[in-house]
């Protein structure tokens, strides 16, 4: 009863206010893909040329127009960053807070017009991702190798949604598994293929050991990584007019998760869909993951997020999360709205400010409110 209500009050909201569900909403808005605005061709971190002129005088509300800068070290190779601290209060911890999320250096090489190399090392987190990217069959079709986040859902740059990380206890006691596996720290080692069978469809394929994990050594034939993960993701972008787009997709993987000295062997079955035009687009993803948190148990994942374009440079943001850890058993499940604002007030500088709602009892102070300081170059 409660998820229902849940449901109505958010589709009310989005039809009194003309919220937007989007991610990543401006690839929707714009019907175009990742690729065209970061050097990683499935998306995140680093912006290659398009995307960082994008964020530099597109996005904001003011730029340094006849400021001369560029992110270029030379015609071929190109850096950048990304930093996020947050302020945090917690109702039920009664209690506020500073975190330090990420802080990410990043530079690439272009080493011909098929080939880039791309290295990033967070210094808060102590992570690095290194890959090659190589566009060398048919369609501009790829082969990535290296350290990199496998391709699964919707890569919402959130953390704390329920479909990549979750909470993991920050915010409120609840437990630790409040999400999926895809924390900003995950990592795998392997290789990816991406092919493009037409202009607007992608599939991509992986295979990796996932390094980000204490218990996972970095040297071979280690007792998990012995056995890869698999990931697998097909994107279709058509289409449908000029100022509309829509994305549909797909998602596949299979890993390990470990239990004491046991290893369950996970499947994860994922869907996504989304519209958008103009400064309106609507996202969402579902996700059902089968021996995940025990074995003989299914767990099901909800995300969806919003995002309306009030003016330039200022978005309105909700987003509804819900994680059931166990599908067969009632009121185990962990819900929220979340009400908030995106301000990008000049080039390279974001506010986030958030109101986290929990749904599942409201005689409890569980609420959290959320600031967030996005820099990046």
């Given at each position: 009863?409660?998820?229902?209500?849940?449901f109505?009050?958010?589709?009310?909201?989005?039809?009194?206010?003309?919220?937007?569900?989007?991610?990543?909403?401006?690839a929707?808005?714009?019907?175009?893909?990742?690729s065209?605005?970061?050097v990683?061709?499935?998306?995140?971190?680093?912006?290659?040329?398009?995307?960082?002129?994008?964020?530099?005088?597109?996005?904001?509300?003011?730029s340094?127009?006849?400021y001369?800068?560029?992110?270029m070290?030379?015609?071929?190779?190109?850096?950048?960053?990304?930093?996020?601290?947050?302020?945090?209060?917690?109702?039920?911890?009664?209690?506020?807070?500073?975190?330090?999320?990420?802080?990410?250096i990043?530079?690439?090489?272009?080493?011909?017009?098929?080939?880039?190399i791309?290295?990033?090392?967070?210094?808060?987190q102590?992570?690095?991702?290194?890959?090659?990217?190589?566009?060398?069959?048919?369609?501009?079709?790829?082969?990535?190798?290296?350290?990199?986040?496998?391709?699964?859902?919707?890569?919402?740059d959130?953390?704390?949604?329920?479909t990549?990380?979750?909470d993991?206890?920050l915010?409120?006691?609840?437990?630790?598994?409040?999400?999926?596996?895809?924390?900003?720290?995950?990592?795998?080692?392997?290789?990816?293929?991406g092919l493009?069978?037409?202009d607007?469809?992608?599939?991509?394929?992986?295979?990796?050991?996932?390094?980000?994990?204490?218990?996972?050594?970095?040297?071979?034939f280690?007792?998990n990584?012995?056995?890869?993960?698999?990931?697998?993701?097909?994107q279709l972008?058509?289409?449908?007019g000029?100022d509309?787009?829509?994305?549909?997709?797909?998602?596949?993987?299979?890993?390990?998760n470990?239990?004491?000295?046991?290893f369950?062997?996970v499947?994860v079955f994922?869907?996504y869909?989304?519209?958008?035009v103009?400064?309106?687009?609507?996202?969402a993803e579902?996700?059902?993951?089968?021996d995940?948190?025990?074995?003989?148990?299914?767990?099901?994942v909800?995300?969806?997020e919003?995002?309306?374009q009030?003016i330039?440079?200022l978005?309105?943001?909700?987003?509804?999360d819900?994680?059931?850890?166990?599908?067969?058993?009632?009121?185990?499940?962990?819900?929220?709205v979340?009400f908030?604002f995106?301000?990008?007030?000049?080039?390279?500088?974001?506010?986030?400010?958030?109101?986290?709602?929990?749904?599942?009892?409201?005689t409890?102070d569980?609420?959290s409110?959320?600031?967030q300081?996005h820099?990046?170059?």
């Amino acid at each position: 009863m409660k998820t229902a209500k849940a449901f109505y009050f958010l589709f009310l909201f989005v039809v009194l206010t003309g919220e937007d569900f989007a991610l990543p909403r401006f690839a929707v808005r714009m019907n175009a893909q990742c690729s065209e605005c970061h050097v990683n061709p499935t998306g995140g971190n680093m912006r290659n040329r398009g995307g960082w002129s994008f964020g530099r005088n597109l996005l904001p509300m003011a730029s340094p127009r006849d400021y001369k800068m560029s992110n270029m070290i030379g015609e071929n190779i190109s850096f950048g960053l990304d930093f996020r601290t947050q302020y945090l209060y917690s109702e039920q911890r009664k209690k506020t807070d500073f975190q330090q999320m990420t802080g990410s250096i990043y530079l690439n090489a272009d080493v011909s017009e098929e080939i880039n190399i791309f290295a990033r090392y967070d210094f808060i987190q102590q992570i690095w991702e290194g890959y090659g990217v190589a566009r060398v069959l048919a369609n501009n079709s790829y082969i990535k190798a290296g350290s990199f986040s496998p391709n699964f859902g919707i890569r919402i740059d959130d953390h704390t949604a329920y479909t990549r990380g979750g909470d993991f206890g920050l915010l409120f006691s609840q437990g630790a598994s409040q999400g999926l596996i895809y924390y900003p720290t995950y990592t795998e080692i392997g290789v990816e293929a991406g092919l493009y069978l037409s202009d607007f469809a992608l599939v991509t394929v992986s295979a990796g050991k996932p390094n980000s994990d204490p218990r996972n050594p970095s040297y071979p034939f280690s007792r998990n990584p012995s056995d890869p993960s698999y990931t697998a993701n097909l994107q279709l972008t058509p289409q449908i007019g000029e100022d509309m787009g829509l994305m549909l997709g797909g998602s596949f993987t299979n890993f390990k998760n470990i239990f004491g000295n046991n290893f369950n062997n996970v499947n994860v079955f994922g869907g996504y869909a989304g519209f958008g035009v103009g400064g309106f687009s609507i996202l969402a993803e579902y996700d059902v993951a089968k021996d995940y948190i025990l074995t003989d148990s299914t767990s099901t994942v909800i995300m969806i997020e919003g995002a309306y374009q009030i003016i330039k440079g200022l978005e309105a943001v909700v987003r509804y999360d819900r994680f059931d850890p166990f599908s067969d058993l009632e009121n185990d499940a962990v819900s929220r709205v979340i009400f908030g604002f995106e301000i990008f007030p000049y080039s390279f500088i974001e506010l986030r400010p958030q109101f986290r709602l929990q749904m599942e009892d409201p005689t409890v102070d569980n609420n959290s409110f959320v600031l967030q300081f996005h820099f990046w170059y």
